[in-house]
């Protein structure tokens, strides 16, 4: 099967190819996963600044120099990538991104009608209500697509109310993304990392309104009487509410002696992070892929979760762990009790084996091409 995986966000920040796939992981996770599950040809065609091909772990990687304006935006096409896309004679096209009508219309205009066309959402369900001009451009875009991916069934939900998705186009659910993470060995991840406690408990996310730190402190601190060796150490990479933590944590004797703000770690260090701990806990209100949890259950820490789309998907409906309603402390604190007071050495390992089965980029590989395959035959006939 012949694939072509259109990027059409145009990133200023990178002039340097490779650099620009160093960074986008998910791009190149998921082209090599399709390769690894039996696809190809495979390739990438991504908006840049200027036109270059390159081959790396046998996906092809075609940048296009952009037609239209000098810093282009999700509302304006680019001819020249449907033009690059219609060459490589694929059988699907997959398009990242439910931010691009117009360019979804010119490539369905570009390629043969035998060709299936595919979009992947990567953002929460809530951000269609924020942008009416994307609701009325899609409906007019939307008898383009053969199918929409998503990571959690209520996330099409959202579009199919305001009307980019239709009543009777396919949506399926498959993670947009996975991680290479892998567990490594507890007697090394906690000298490395310094994480300690029974149970020891992990936060990675940023320290602002949707990830909710303060309900998770105030949750942390409702279970210590029952948890009296537990521990919480926190990684975050922004923070907004860094002030309100820090006093948050100061006004309590016990959080003082209990919690650890650790701040930024590089990428490369976490799955020692994860490793280490016990039980992963973040209070999100609302997440799109999930990236930190992925990565958390790849190396074996046991979800402490809110009860939200994306997260019931990762963690199997709260089997691999529990989950809690958000902005919720009391339901925080009766979920790190339940987890706390079990076998947490047997849910790591059943985490774990859950995540290669079927978290894993092997396991996306096979999952895209299932579906790609489902759409190719309907498309055909």
């Given amino acids: 099967m012949n694939v072509a995986q259109v990027n059409c966000v145009f990133d200023n920040e990178f002039a340097d190819p490779d650099a620009l796939l160093e960074r986008y992981t998910t791009l190149t996770g998921w082209s090599e996963a399709l390769v690894a599950a039996g696809a190809g040809p495979v390739a990438v065609v991504q908006r840049f600044h200027r036109s270059l091909q390159l081959t790396n772990h046998h996906v092809a990687y075609h940048f296009v120099q952009d037609d239209g304006p000098c810093h282009p935006s999700p509302w304006s096409g680019s001819r020249a990538v449907a033009r690059v896309v219609a060459a490589l004679s694929p059988d699907v096209v997959h398009v990242n991104g439910l931010e691009f009508p117009i360019q979804v219309r010119q490539l369905r205009s570009a390629i043969p009608a035998s060709c299936a066309l595919v979009v992947q959402n990567h953002a929460a369900g809530g951000t269609v209500g924020r942008a009416p001009a994307l609701r009325v451009l899609w409906r007019a875009a939307r008898r383009s697509v053969d199918g929409f991916l998503f990571a959690a069934e209520e996330h099409a939900d959202a579009w199919r109310r305001a009307g980019v998705i239709a009543a009777r186009q396919p949506a399926y659910v498959v993670m947009p993304a996975s991680t290479t993470f892998r567990p490594m060995p507890r007697e090394e991840a906690r000298p490395a990392t310094g994480v300690s406690g029974t149970p020891a408990v992990l936060w990675v996310g940023r320290l602002d309104a949707n990830k909710d730190p303060l309900i998770v402190l105030d949750g942390f601190e409702r279970a210590l009487p029952v948890l009296g060796g537990a521990t919480l150490t926190m990684i975050y990479g922004t923070d907004e509410l860094l002030p309100d933590v820090r006093g948050r944590i100061e006004s309590s004797s016990a959080l003082r002696e209990r919690v650890r703000l650790v701040g930024a770690v590089p990428h490369a260090q976490l799955p020692a992070f994860y490793s280490a701990a016990d039980i992963f806990i973040v209070g999100s209100h609302r997440e799109g892929s999930g990236y930190s949890l992925m990565e958390a259950c790849a190396c074996g820490a046991v979800p402490a979760v809110t009860d939200i789309p994306t997260f019931r ?47 894993s980029w092997p396991a996306v590989g096979r999952r895209a091409l299932e579906i790609y395959s489902e759409i190719l035959k309907k498309r055909k006939a």
Wanted: with cysteine.
């Fill in 313 to 359: 998907s990762l963690t199997a409906d709260g089997s691999l762990g529990a989950l809690w309603s958000a902005g919720d402390a009391i339901d925080c604190s009766r979920v790190l009790m339940q987890l706390g007071q079990g076998d947490l050495l047997a849910r790591r390992q059943h985490v774990a084996d859950h995540f290669a089965r079927t978290l």
